[in-house]
């Protein structure tokens, strides 16, 4: 029978050569794009209204100048958290719920992957310092 063992590294070099699956899911674009607060707020805006928006509509959920709110978007757009849909002059964004959706789950799976706690590792999980003997 396999047995799993629970091989925490002793050093961060050692966690850093372990925990691979984390490495994948800490987007520093998603992070960087979230950062903001103001950005954040014009998500969130968004995500509230659940349609695609004009720059000049989402503008109108802060005191930022246009030019700034569209510089926001296209950013969010950039790191993959909105689509942006250009017809003529015009662009509409619109929040990608489920891929960013997806994204954050994969995190918060690969963090508790490597949490101590046996309990908070998913149930038959590899984790990412498990070892196979």
């Known amino acids: 029978m396999t047995q799993v ?3 925490r590294p002793t050093s961060p070099r050692q966690a850093a050569a372990c925990c691979r699956p984390i490495d994948d899911r800490l987007d520093p674009e998603l992070f ?8 954040v707020l014009l998500l969130a805006c968004l995500a509230k209204c659940g349609r695609p928006s ?7 959920c802060c005191a930022v100048d246009l030019s700034v709110v569209s510089r926001h ?7 993959g958290v909105l689509d942006a849909r250009k017809e003529g002059r015009t662009v509409w964004y619109r929040v990608r719920y489920e ?8 995190l918060a799976d690969a963090i508790e992957a490597c949490a101590p706690l046996p309990a908070r590792r998913p149930a038959g ?3 990412c310092c498990l070892k196979t003997r």
Not at 54 to 60: L, Q, R
């Open 5 to 7: 063992r629970n091989r």
């Open 54 to 60: 004009t720059v000049s509509e989402v503008a109108e």
């Open 73 to 79: 978007l296209a950013q969010l757009a950039d790191a």
């Open 32 to 39: 960087k794009a979230l950062s903001d607060p103001t950005r």
């Open 125 to 127: 999980g590899t984790g």
């Open 99 to 106: 891929e960013i959706s997806q994204r954050l789950r994969a």
